[in-house]
C-alpha cells in the first residue's frame, strides 16, 4: 500500500516550537522564584542589616543572695497641682524704734549737763521732774528787782565749786518760810546745778550777766515760757519747772 507525506505539515513545522517546553519551564521556575521573593523579602536578604560587631547584651549584676529581689522606691502619686517648695524662712526686719519727742530730747540734754557737773545720775536715765504754777502776785513781785535784796536776806547760801574747781552750784543752807524762795518750793538743802538748763558760773564778775539772763527769763514767762531750775535734793537731782498761771 503506497504512503503518502503531507509535505505541508512539514514546512510549517520550525525549531522554536521544539523549544516551547523548556522555555515554559523556565518561565514556571523564574515565576516561582519571583514569588518567593515577594512573599518572604526578609529570607533574601537575611543578613544585609546586622552589623559586623554585634554588642553584647548586658547581663545583670549578681545579687548577694539568689533569692535577693532588687525593689524599686515608688513613684510620687501625682497630682493636679504641683505642691510650692516651701519658702526659706526669712528674718523678720527689726523693730523700728519710735520718734524720739522734744521732752525726751530736753531730758538727755539736762542729764548730759548734770553729768559734765559731777552729778551721779541714775541707771534708769529718768530724771524726776515737778512742775508748778506761778500766781500772778507772785510774779508781779519777781518781776521787781526792788525786792530782791530783801528777798536774799531771808535766806543764805553758799558757792561750791565741781572737781575742776569751778564755782558752779549754789547750795541753799537757810530758806525762811515767808520768803520767796519757800514759795518756790525750795528748800533747805538744795543746791542749784542748772538754771534754765545751763551750768551757771558763781562769780562777781558775771554778776551783771545773771541780772540781764533773769530779766529775759522774767519776759518770757510772761509770754508763757517756763522758768526750769535743777537741784540736789539730798543727792538726787530733781528737775523743777515753773509755769505761768
Known amino acids: 500500500m503506497p504512503t503518502f507525506r503531507d509535505d505541508r505539515l512539514d514546512l510549517a513545522r520550525s525549531p522554536f516550537v521544539d523549544r516551547i517546553p523548556g522555555l515554559m519551564l ?3 521556575l523564574a515565576l516561582g522564584l519571583g514569588l518567593g521573593f515577594w512573599l ?13 560587631d554585634p554588642v553584647p547584651a548586658l547581663e545583670p549584676a549578681p545579687s548577694s543572695s539568689p533569692a535577693e529581689v532588687r ?23 527689726p523693730a523700728r524704734k519710735p520718734p524720739e519727742t522734744a521732752a525726751r530730747r530736753e531730758e ?9 557737773q559731777g552729778v ?3 541707771a534708769t536715765g529718768r530724771l524726776q521732774r515737778q512742775e508748778r504754777v506761778i500766781a500772778p502776785e507772785l510774779m508781779n513781785q519777781l518781776s521787781d528787782s526792788s525786792n530782791w535784796m ?5 535766806a543764805s547760801s553758799s558757792i561750791q565749786s565741781r572737781r575742776d574747781g569751778e564755782p558752779t552750784r549754789l547750795a541753799l543752807e537757810r530758806v525762811d518760810a515767808d520768803s520767796v524762795l519757800w514759795e518756790l518750793g525750795l528748800q533747805e538743802g538744795d543746791v542749784i546745778v ?10 562777781p564778775t558775771r554778776a551783771l550777766d545773771y541780772i540781764r539772763q533773769a530779766d529775759a527769763a522774767l519776759a518770757a514767762f510772761d509770754q508763757g515760757e517756763p522758768i526750769t531750775l535743777t537741784v540736789l535734793r539730798r543727792g538726787q537731782p530733781v528737775h523743777l519747772v515753773y509755769q505761768p498761771w
Do not use: Y
Not at 518572604?40 to 559586623?52: G, L, R, S, T
Not at 538727755?108 to 559734765?116: A, H, Q, T
Not at 542748772?194 to 562769780?203: C, T
Open 150 to 154: 530783801s528777798e536774799l536776806m531771808k
Open 120 to 122: 551721779t545720775v541714775e
Open 40 to 52: 518572604w523579602p526578609d529570607a533574601a536578604c537575611e543578613n544585609c542589616d546586622q552589623p559586623e
Open 71 to 93: 525593689r524599686l522606691p515608688p513613684l510620687p502619686a501625682e497630682t493636679d497641682s504641683a505642691t510650692p517648695a516651701p519658702e526659706a524662712s526669712e528674718a523678720p526686719p
Open 194 to 203: 542748772l538754771i534754765q538748763g545751763e551750768i551757771p558760773h558763781f562769780s
Open 108 to 116: 538727755r540734754r539736762l542729764l548730759s549737763r548734770l553729768v559734765r
Open 26 to 28: 523556565i518561565g514556571l
